[in-house]
């Protein structure tokens, strides 16, 4: 990797403040004016910080000071080699130059230190938290202390950042005003940070699972001086101010000159070049515009060269001269999302889809459609030709298809390549298809092989047809001579919501007929209607769910979690009832795969481990063999109190986990796995914003690992988020967030908890 830009490099001025004539050199600059060969580069000497991820093609942009990083929200980072040379400990002044992009929850400009360790390690943590500017650390216990502004910083703006630190005082100036400092702490103050030996981070922070509170926006310059700086003086400021009003400037150059060369290696070929003509003058006029219209400008130039990149890859893929669109296979594990060159990211030669699947098993593919830059699409009809092998056919009906709805997405708080409309929610049933011009839409077709299907080679048509113009998609399905059972191997406990169902829908309850439906539809995606927190002590009804029986693999009882041990008066009728639903479980069948499901997360909730010991071993007494279930990694405060362990992703990843994970399999404990708002890349997820692939590498994960089942929370949880909207859906925009149960704070990620979207 190397990415070197050099563009009117402009040098620090010195940080000239009461003390100039007595000021150290830095301990560490990085100035963040390039990036060679994936190293920026410590003008001090001594600290050079290695990027860690991947690099964006504007990594580095005009700043105020020569040029700066943009640092997309945990994308990538960079690091300094683990040191006790970049550790501080008294008397020393970071100034650092920001331009957030966002200052929503936590924001982390730099830090040392390790999160993962016992107790965590933390020097110095510097970052913006809605807004406001703090420095943290750690004491020996692992306990914080944070100094804090009230709300300085705003996003989308420049700042000029100072935070000076003697004897446990803190000061921090944001340009140029000096603001109270508050201090909050649970841990032990004292007059000196901790230092520690650990790497340090530019442009992200970290919590205990890993990456985390990255920063969005643009870093000029960081700065760290051995010494206490008392605020800036008047020369820096005037200098800053000065810099910051020229800005604007320099990013339309800079922005420019970069249209200016992505139009010259689009125009080529006459037409091409012709329509490149009016598009090169605009650039040049934008310049003499005002900074916000002008910026405005490049941006409709940007979105011109946009469409004449994707009219030269439509006429170059078109079956035809006159063709209205394309019609590009694509697989099932795959998706295109709608950003401005989305074309780039497809394959339209025409060739012949192919697919495998066993007995009893659905497999889908996709084709997206294309339509032409000049007109609309309207009523693309789509016809599923007979699948045969031989003499052999599959059917009556074996082709489902749907088309694939965007839904658009917010900027989450997890490094993603696109935020906007996504494919996602697939809608059958519609009879015809319509395509705006220069856009795309994708069609999902669900294959089903039947138990009694011959084993072979089947061959199969997808046609579409609109005014003039018609593609045929071949399709060849191989049959293998074997039947998937219908009961899954592997529990997917993904847990469904009836009161979010039943809200929606304006219902006080489900009749047993209804909970069949669900259960019916969550089946044929090999998912059985579940929810870890239900009220019940059956859930589902077994009677109710009499004809799936043999397919359904996961039944638990109430949710309960006492935050203190109860009285012994109070706790013998509370058993008891877990006792008789036991005994209820045993008689109907269904001993095997009943759970009791208890203390969510005790990990995090380790208040709770009194209550847990006393609940647990109390029913353990009553019913020996009970299936007790905790969604943590186990720990040797709480292991001996649940025998279903259900740890997150990355619970698997270092190899003294998975040891201890094999130590509890060995006694006879059951290990499974899930996912919730954690973890993020590089281990798979949910998350909307995630490639389609995740979900489909999970199951094969799990088989590696040895995992005995898949759990996660809530599959229509955006189902209450969007309560709303009920009366305009499915016309009105999906809100693909939730807020928090009981904070009511947003959740920035797109499509956590919900796999599902209302129907009619």
Known sequence: MKLRILLCLIALPAFAGPAAASESSPLAHWDFDEIVGGVIPDRAGGHDAAVVGELPLDAIQPGIYGMAAYFDNGRWFAQVAPSHETALEDAFTLVCAIKPLSVDGFRT?????????TPQAVNYYVDLRDGKVELKTKDAAGKWTVFSTPPAVEAGAWHLVMIAYDAG???????GHRHEVSVAEDGERAGRLLANAYALTLGAGANAQGTA???????????????????FSEEELQDWQRRVAQYDAKLHAFRA???SARLDQVAKGRDAALRAAPIREAIAASASLPPAEGAAELERIARAIDGLEFRRFFQHNAPTPDARFIAAPMGAWERAVKRPRFFEHLDPRPRTVRIDAARNEFEGFQVILVASPDEDVRGVKVDIGQFRCGRHRLGPGPVEWGRVHAIRTEQPDIPVDFVGPIPDMIVDGEPALDIERGDFTPVFFRVYVPEDAHAGLYKGTVRFTAGGT???IPVRLRVHPFTLPERPTLPMAFSFFESFYCDWYGWDGLTADQRLYL???LMRYRIPLNNIYSHDYCYPPPAELAGLRSATNFYTSKYYGAAKPLPPDELEPVVQAYAEALDDAKAAGIENDFYVYIYDEIAFNRDGVPAARQFTEALRAARPGVRLMQTSFPAPEFEDLFNVWVPMFQGFARAEDRAYLERLRARGDAIWWYAADAPKHPCPNFFLDYPVFDCRIIGTLSYLHGVQGVLYWSINREWKTNLDIRGEWPGAEWKPYIFHIQTGARKHKNGMGNFVYPGP
């Open 109 to 117: 400009i730099c830090w040392k230190g390790d999160r993962t360790v």
């Open 169 to 175: 005082r803190v000061g921090i100036w944001v340009n």
């Open 257 to 259: 000159g970069l249209l």
């Open 470 to 472: 018609a593609a045929t």
């Open 213 to 231: 509170y990255s920063f969005w926006g643009l870093i000029d310059d960081i700065r760290i001086l051995p010494e206490v700086r008392n605020g």
């Open 519 to 521: 259960a019916e539809f």
